[in-house]
């Protein structure tokens, strides 16, 4: 079984300062993958970075980084120089790496960017 | 990039009537594709995995007479919510994957339903 925790249900920050969101994961299989999503109030999910459990190195993706800790067993998501339309709810998910297998998802973070 | 494309963005319907949902993957074909279910200010749950050419594995507690599955070609899977009622209304949302990538996973924009 696998489980995500997510601890802060929300968030505010200031505009350009960066921002990081906390997750944490729990899970038995040996190799799996790491995601996270930004969800607006239109409601799509939008794939922001992925972390597989043996990569080398953190995952980045512009703005976005995974401050991945395998040993701690955590998978927080930094967003440097944040803006106005980063405000929205934030999902940390994992699933096993191979197979077709469903994500788990944690209970988010609403993020609110204060200008 | 690969497009799930869900459809219709919102529904409002009577009591007792049926509503279907579709998801479509635009440029990649999904054997598998899933279902999600979202209360307000809540994470999303997921329902059941449609597999083509197979019947959906729902997950427990989910009513699979209530909540059709047809997965009937690569690019196309259909939930129709049967009879619908008040409690029935939430967010839907479906999900493919492209090809056996694990980080290549794609979300549709949802369906807001209503039931009167």
């Known amino acids: 079984a696998q489980k995500i925790t997510q601890t802060q249900p929300g968030m505010f920050v200031q505009e350009k300062e960066a921002v990081t969101l906390d997750c944490t994961y729990d899970?038995?299989?040996?190799?799996?993958?790491l995601f996270w999503y930004k969800q607006p109030s239109s409601g799509e999910m939008i794939f922001l970075i992925y972390?597989?459990?043996?990569?080398?190195q953190n995952a980045t993706e512009g703005r976005y980084s995974l401050n991945f800790q395998k040993a701690r067993k955590s998978a927080n998501l930094v967003i440097s120089a944040s803006q106005l339309g980063d405000s929205a709810m934030y999902f940390c998910?994992?699933?096993?790496?191979?197979?077709?297998?469903?994500?788990?998802f944690g209970t988010g973070t609403r993020l609110t960017i204060i200008p | 990039g690969a497009v799930v494309s869900q459809h219709p963005s919102r529904v409002i319907c009577k009591s007792g009537t049926s509503v279907k949902i579709e998801c479509r993957s635009l440029?990649?074909?999904?054997?598998?594709m899933f279902w999600y279910r979202q209360f307000p200010k809540q994470s999303l749950m997921l329902m059941a995995t449609?597999?083509?050419?197979?019947?959906?594995?729902?997950e427990q507690g989910v009513e699979k007479d209530k909540f059709l599955i047809n997965h009937a070609s690569l690019t196309l899977s259909t939930l129709t919510v049967t009879s619908a009622h008040p409690e029935d209304s939430s967010f839907y949302i479906c999900?493919?994957?492209?090809?056996?990538?694990?980080?290549?996973?794609?979300f549709g924009s949802g369906t807001q339903l209503s039931v009167l």
């Open positions: 999900s493919a994957t492209l090809g056996r990538s694990n980080e290549k996973l794609f």
């Open positions: 899970t038995s299989d040996p190799s799996y993958g």
């Open positions: 972390q597989g459990s043996y990569d080398q």
């Open positions: 998910a994992m699933r096993p790496r191979f197979g077709n297998e469903k994500l788990t």
């Open positions: 440029d990649f074909q999904a054997t598998t």
């Open positions: 449609s597999n083509e050419g197979s019947k959906a594995t729902y």
